[in-house]
């Protein structure tokens, strides 16, 4: 596990990495292809169908499997950031002995993103788990996606707008809690003040607390934690 300067998490925790969606934003295939490539290329265990010469094919690492368990301090930890631990190739054995992993060490809080909640939908989140879904704007694939994620059962649900790339309108009436952030990296542009203001505005309405992000250059500070957290 990492140190990590992601607000809203104490810690990163890889034991599988990778995803084949190839968002073009996507911070975590742009390290995999740069700083992390060898080391990410040393690893054999590819998943299933998936090309070994892909730095960001989902890879399983086996030696962190167990890393939650060494860590006593209760901690937040955000679990696989460098991947989609929903992917569709993973494989449903690796995800389960994650999940297993998370809910052996129960003083753990262990936040969880994907951008595949028909795969998230099959499975069952310990009773310390965050489940988030990534959203980057109101169009009909992002939309879609929000709505399959109601089915998804968690002890507190999510949603990430970061990037946030575009208008949204809508925040579901599930959602416990939802982040707010801006694009990264090369070319990085910032979403325009009407789009975060429209979703604090809509959050606000709804009682949904909202965490907005450094990288947003926002003039307010809000870092707001789900009720109950």
Not at 40 to 63: I, M, T
Not at 106 to 133: C, D, E, I, R, S
Request: hydrophobic share 35%; net charge neutral.
């Amino acid at each position: 596990m990492n140190e990590t300067s992601i607000e809203w998490t104490d810690l990163t925790w890889n034991p599988v990495t990778g995803c084949t969606r190839g968002c073009y934003y996507c911070y975590a295939r742009r390290k995999a292809n740069t700083r992390l490539k060898k080391l990410y290329l040393s690893n054999p265990e590819v998943a299933p169908g998936c090309d070994p010469n892909d730095p960001f094919s989902p890879r399983l690492w086996p030696k962190r499997l167990h890393e939650p368990r060494r860590r006593n301090t209760e901690s937040k930890i955000f679990t696989c950031d460098m991947g989609d631990l929903w992917d569709p190739h993973v494989p449903p054995d690796w995800t389960q002995a994650v999940l297993n992993e998370a809910e052996f060490c129960w003083w753990h809080t262990f936040q969880f993103l994907t951008k595949q909640p028909l795969t998230a939908q099959q499975f069952t989140f310990p009773g310390n788990a965050w489940a988030g879904v990534t959203i980057e704007n109101g169009g009909l694939i992002p939309q879609i996606r929000l709505r399959r994620f109601a089915s998804v059962e968690a002890p507190v649900r999510f949603v990430s707008f970061e990037p946030l790339t575009g208008p949204v309108t809508v925040i579901p009436e599930w959602a416990d809690w939802i982040i707010i952030g801006a694009m990264t990296g090369p070319g990085a542009m910032k979403p325009k003040p009407e789009w975060v203001q429209g979703l604090i505005d809509t959050a606000d309405k709804e009682g949904i607390p909202v965490f907005l992000k450094d990288n947003l250059g926002w003039p307010e500070v809000r870092q707001e934690w789900p009720k109950g957290e």
